[in-house]
């Protein structure tokens, strides 16, 4: 008798449960279509004529009528926005900003969490707090400083900028906050120095979180797309991003060009996540460092 009665008020929580599931699925699947619908069209958009594109688009015609690689041969050899060359200059600039990134971050993160200095916890939340203040109201006095120093038109004007990203320390130093410090306790009665112990010790354990630190770095970075535009003004030195809108033409709108070169542009990042996206998942737990 009893075990009926609990069977009976088990099944509708458990259907409870299934619904919520269900729901919760639905609405997910719906997000992930919303959000894949436009790199769904502007794919076979890259694939469309000049004339299909400005003809028939109040149409919403997903699938071009005429398909045609011409875009994609347009953006390869084009002079005027030389597209082997923003390449390179992205891989040049995205790549030297992570490898500075990670080295400025976690040396950083470890004097912030394991070293000992007068008013380290002010000045770490005041810098946090300097970071709360938008990027774009920057802008001008950050180019009148690169124009002072002569960097303007180089790629190091786009380096450097990203270099003390507080947020990347914060996210170092908390993860490092897991690491039992009896590690540390320990090396230091063995005899080993602070810098034996954020190589061989912190180090190790700070993989997971530095490779989320690289990506949301390279992406950032790769994708950046105002602050080349006004620092950079020959096109040969010009970003893979910023330099997609060289491909406009002034006298007509040649979107399918232009969502060509963002198709191309959208792979090295998207090989990168493929690729990373084990060591992004164990990034974001914090306390990975020690189980692993």
Request: proline residues 4%; contains cysteine.
């Amino acid at each position: 008798m009893y075990s009926g009665m609990q069977t009976k008020t088990a099944l509708p929580a458990r259907l409870r449960r299934e619904w919520k599931t269900l729901l919760l699925s639905v609405l997910l699947f719906a997000l992930a279509a919303a959000w894949l619908s436009p790199l769904v069209f502007s794919f076979f958009a890259s694939f469309k004529t000049n004339v299909e594109m400005k003809r028939f688009s109040k149409y919403l015609n997903v699938l071009p009528l005429q398909w045609t690689t011409d875009n994609y041969a347009f953006v390869w050899n084009n002079t005027a926005a030389p597209f082997v060359s923003m390449v390179m200059n992205s891989f040049i600039v995205s790549g030297v900003t992570v490898l500075l990134v990670l080295f400025i971050s976690s040396t950083s993160a470890y004097a912030y969490e394991r070293l000992q200095f007068r008013g380290k916890e002010k000045l770490f939340w005041f810098l946090f707090g300097l970071s709360m203040i938008p990027g774009v109201v920057a802008l001008v006095p950050q180019y009148y400083l690169y124009d002072a120093l002569g960097w303007t038109n180089r790629l190091i004007c786009l380096i450097t900028p990203a270099l003390g990203n507080v947020f990347n320390i914060f996210l170092l130093r908390n993860f490092m906050h897991g690491i039992p410090k009896d590690m540390d306790e320990s090396a230091r009665i063995d005899g080993a120095s602070d810098l034996h112990i954020y190589l061989r010790i912190i180090l190790p354990c700070l993989y997971p979180a530095m490779m989320v630190v690289a990506l949301f770095t390279f992406t950032a970075s790769w994708n950046d797309l105002m602050w080349p535009s006004l620092a950079i003004t020959t096109p040969s030195r010009l970003t893979l991003t910023a330099g997609i809108r060289l491909l406009n033409d002034s006298y007509g709108g040649y979107y399918e060009r232009v969502l060509a070169a963002c198709m191309l542009a959208v792979i090295p990042t998207f090989l990168l996540y493929l690729f990373a996206r084990r060591y992004f998942m164990q990034g974001l737990q914090l306390s990975a460092a020690v189980k692993g």
